[in-house]
């Protein structure tokens, strides 16, 4: 697909990267879906236009866009991924048309109002339940186009949840007090509770006489109000008694720690709990520190988001820790992970704008995807050139352009190489191991391993590893020979998709001329990917082996330079 530069799109119309500056974006057409990051953190960010027939927006596409004021999204979206909007906070009143499907967790966290009438509310995550509420509130009142089963279905939940989805800050919205009333979601039982919350709002007075006025007009006239159809009858709900007497927590019998209550300095979670649940401490100014019991088994999604909490150890019973459980925590400078066996369970964004930290202690597990945890930390910076952590390379950190990797490294990570646009070689040593599938993510080095059989690569990192391959062939290093007529082989049998590669790295073009594995056909195609990379060099050396080997059996072919 042809498109301007700024935008980076597959074949099957997948947009995976914008280049772009930002401002006002208008996405090309024929773009069907937004790949995962596709614009993550672009804080220059202003609009996007997404065409008619993009049915995905991936997860994290425009999480961090914080200048991003206005998206258009078409009918044609099916799938929203998760934090796909997260943390674009001058977003406002995003509208989703249409019959969204699925919504990721937290898609839509420091959004403003959702406006999304045609999406159950009850299947949200949390976060973004009281938003599509207010949406829904502002969609009902314009009397937008809405599907009627649909419409019930979210007043009915509404009705049920209305304590959970009003909140101190819109208790006084003159529209929330008339769709609650209007729609009878209000029953006179419940003018104490919302009179008890008017009481601690700024504007309590003129609140509370907003919510009299609605009362006399609705509850004491007896005038009808719109009705969904009624909820089936549950039994009431058992008492639940908490697992610790504890003021300072709320925790459910199942062990679910709810919310803090305390002033915070050094705090010591209950054992027994089991869970920390979504923003149970989020916003604790006065938490100082915090140890974790080893009963606990999950961090929910932003757990201690925005604390000023300065040191924690997570103890190695912990197997699922949530997206941005550490975020915007900015007092946080150390991080201790106990030994474990493995880490699945801990997603790579936990301590997102957390920018400060800088002792880490962490096992060989998490160092996998430590680059991704403690990106842009000091921690992270200090390690250096190389940055390993038990014999696990997690970052290159330098800026050499042909890189001789330390002997004594077993494993390269994940990103380890990632966006190092200039690298032109990485020498392995033979203590190496492992080496990840995406270590050299956006950037095509010469991977010089000849010790390293071909077929023990990713298929990705294949076409570096042949052009190391060649680089130490022709300088006449000692081979394994069963290795090398291997290389050859595969060099040979897949040269079509090397050409490329072989441009770019001149060892690998003159092993093609030494082996004669370039047919006459293929040399106009060698010519255009020239062209293509606007190398001169290997240009004028393709022409050099047209006229050498190939002139005399076409002699209807001229190549010229």
Same mark, same amino acid.
């Given at each position: ?10 074949? /099957? %119309? ?67 991924? !998760? ?14 048309? @249409?019959?969204?499907?699925?919504? @990721? ?10 406006? *999304? ?23 009902? #009142? ?7 089963? *649909? ?7 509404? /009705? ?35 009179? &008890? *919350? ?23 006239? @007896? ?6 159809? &009624? ?40 054992? %027994? ?5 979504? &923003? ?16 606990? !088994? ?17 103890? /190695? ?14 007092? #946080? ?90 690298? &032109? ?11 990840? /599938? ?29 052009? @190391? ?42 092993? *093609?001329?030494? %082996? ?46």
């Amino acid at each position: 697909m042809k498109t301007k530069q700024e935008f980076v799109i597959t074949k /099957k %119309g997948v947009l995976t990267k914008y280049n772009g500056p930002g401002g006002d974006v208008v996405i090309p057409e024929g773009v069907k879906a937004i790949g995962e990051r596709a614009f993550y953190g672009c804080k220059g960010l202003e609009s996007v236009i997404i065409p008619e027939g993009v049915t995905e927006i991936g997860g994290f596409a425009f999480r961090g866009c914080t200048e991003l004021r206005k998206v258009t999204v078409p009918e044609s979206v099916k799938m929203i991924g !998760r934090y796909a909007f997260a943390d674009c906070k001058s977003l406002k009143n995003l509208t989703i048309p @249409g019959r969204v499907k699925e919504i @990721g967790k937290s898609a839509f966290s420091y959004c403003s109002d959702l406006i *999304m009438p045609n999406f159950p509310i009850s299947k949200l995550e949390k976060w973004d339940k009281e938003k599509a509420f207010h949406g829904f509130v502002k969609a009902y #009142l314009e009397n937008m186009e809405m599907d009627e089963e *649909m419409e019930a279905e979210n007043l009915r939940y509404i /009705k049920s949840q209305k304590k959970n989805l009003v909140s101190y800050s819109t208790i006084g919205d003159d529209d929330t007090l008339r769709f609650l009333f209007e729609t009878g979601a209000v029953k006179p039982a419940d003018i104490e509770w919302m009179l &008890q *919350m008017a009481s601690v709002v700024i504007r309590r007075d003129e609140t509370k006489e907003k919510i009299m006025e609605y009362k006399a007009r609705y509850l004491d006239s @007896g005038v009808l109000v719109k009705k969904a159809a &009624q909820p089936r009858k549950t039994a009431a709900p058992r008492k639940k008694t908490p697992i610790n007497i504890d003021p300072d927590f709320d925790i459910s019998p199942k062990g679910v720690l709810t919310e803090y209550k305390g002033p915070g300095g050094d705090v010591v979670i209950p054992e %027994g709990v089991k869970e920390i649940d979504n &923003q149970a401490f989020t916003g604790c100014k006065g938490l100082a520190s915090v140890t974790i019991p080893e009963s606990v !088994r999950k961090i929910r999604f932003y757990a201690f988001g925005e604390c000023s909490i300065q040191a924690v150890t997570i103890p /190695k019973s912990v197997q699922s820790i949530e997206s941005s459980a550490f975020c915007e925590c900015e007092n #946080l400078t150390s991080v201790t992970f106990q030994d474990r066996e493995d880490a699945p369970g801990i997603e790579q964004d936990i301590f997102y704008n957390s920018p400060n930290i800088t002792n880490v202690a962490i096992p060989r597990c998490v160092a996998r995807i430590a680059f991704a945890l403690f990106e842009d930390t000091p921690w992270l910076k200090k390690l250096g050139e190389f940055a390993v952590v038990d014999h696990f390379l997690i970052k290159y950190q330098g800026r050499e352009t042909n890189v001789v990797i330390p002997e004594g490294v077993t494993e390269i990570g994940c990103g380890t190489f990632r966006d190092c646009a200039n690298l &032109q070689s990485v020498t392995i040593p033979k203590s190496v191991e492992e080496i990840d /599938k995406s270590a050299f993510e956006d950037s095509r080095p010469a991977i010089i391993a000849p010790h390293i059989p071909i077929d023990e690569f990713a298929p990705k990192n294949k076409p570096g590893a042949c052009a @190391g391959f060649a680089k130490a062939y022709l300088d006449g290093m000692e081979l394994d020979e069963e290795i090398k007529e291997e290389y050859l082989e595969y060099i040979k049998g897949n040269k079509k998709r090397l050409y490329p590669d072989a441009v770019r790295h001149e060892e690998l073009l003159q092993l *093609m001329f030494a %082996g004669k594995m370039i047919p006459r056909k293929d040399v106009d195609v060698l010519l255009e990917e020239c062209e293509k990379q606007k190398n001169a060099t290997a240009k004028a050396a393709v022409l050099e082996y047209a006229h050498q080997f190939l002139g005399a059996a076409d002699s209807g072919k001229s190549y010229k330079l």
